[in-house]
């Protein structure tokens, strides 16, 4: 009885773990987005959302001009992720929520909030 208890116990908390990660693959992966309200060499390119062997998340911003900003304090919650980052100086943070493959991203920079579009990139735009 105390080996099917651990058993069951076992199981649904993988089960858990599963269904958890499972929910996060909705934002991982690459958005495209553009932005005219910044700088050309900022203004579009790709957010990439990464998930690694221990579960962590991790992304960067990959711009059109080849340059690749890492993302720092990732933190994905099935269809809502958040992140910081420095560029050129400039700390942003970004609320984004997923919403099919569409993402909505709030950004607060220190020149003001505002919000961008992203779109997934599917297999055959890659």
Same mark, same amino acid.
């Given at each position: 009885?105390?080996?099917?208890?651990?058993?069951?116990?076992?199981?649904?908390?993988?089960?858990?773990?599963?269904?958890?990660?499972? =929910?996060?693959?909705?934002? @991982? /992966?690459?958005?495209?987005?553009?932005?005219?309200?910044?700088?050309?060499?900022?203004?579009?390119?790709?957010?990439?959302?990464?998930?690694? =062997?221990?579960?962590?998340?991790?992304?960067?911003?990959?711009?059109?001009?080849?340059?690749?900003?890492? *993302?720092?304090?990732?933190? @994905?919650?099935?269809?809502?992720?958040?992140? /910081? *980052?420095? @560029?050129?100086?400039?700390?942003?943070?970004?609320?984004?929520?997923? =919403?099919?493959?569409?993402?909505?991203?709030?950004? #607060?920079?220190?020149? /003001?909030?505002?919000?961008? #579009?992203?779109?997934?990139? #599917?297999?055959?735009?890659?």
């Amino acid at each position: 009885m105390k080996k099917t208890l651990t058993l069951l116990s076992l199981l649904l908390f993988v089960s858990l773990f599963t269904m958890a990660s499972s =929910e996060n693959d909705v934002v @991982i /992966g690459s958005w495209e987005f553009s932005n005219p309200q910044v700088p050309w060499e900022f203004n579009k390119g790709f957010i990439n959302f990464m998930e690694g =062997e221990d579960e962590a998340h991790s992304g960067e911003i990959e711009f059109h001009t080849g340059q690749k900003v890492p *993302m720092n304090q990732v933190d @994905i919650d099935g269809s809502f992720v958040s992140f /910081g *980052m420095d @560029i050129a100086g400039s700390v942003v943070n970004a609320d984004c929520m997923v =919403e099919g493959s569409t993402m909505t991203c709030d950004i #607060t920079t220190m020149q /003001g909030p505002m919000q961008i #579009t992203a779109t997934r990139v #599917t297999e055959e735009q890659e």
